[in-house]
């Protein structure tokens, strides 16, 4: 059983920048994929970005260039850094983390970008 707590959610301004962070309660190396996704009301759950065990990374393509997965293995912990924020990033994002046979989720922290 592995605990995902996420924080880092929160109101932003249009332009402004947030970082969300999802700890695990174990070794990251347990997991092959580590990834963020979101979910705006009313619409379908989609990828934001992944990284894998070996550090390669993966955008949307309506989150390259401003947003940056990133982990530190240390702190068993999954970070999405997001700048010049957009009302369209309005959204509630989860962590997911992906092992050979388990597959886990956090519960999402909701992001809203208005002014």
């Known amino acids: 059983q592995v605990q995902l707590v996420e924080s880092g959610g929160g109101l932003v301004q249009p332009g402004g920048s947030l970082r969300l962070s999802c700890a695990a309660s174990r070794s990251l190396f347990s997991f092959n994929v580590m990834g963020w996704y979101r979910q705006a009301p009313g619409k379908e759950r989609d990828l934001v970005a992944t990284i894998v065990s070996g550090g390669s990374t993966n955008y949307a393509d309506s989150v390259k260039g401003r947003f940056t997965i990133s982990r530190d293995n240390a702190e068993n912990t999954l970070y999405l850094q997001m700048n010049s924020l957009k009302p369209e990033d309005t959204a509630v994002y989860y962590c997911?983390?992906?092992?050979?046979?388990?597959?886990?989720w956090g519960q999402g922290t909701q992001v809203t970008v208005s002014s």
């Open positions: 997911r983390v992906v092992g050979n046979l388990v597959n886990y």
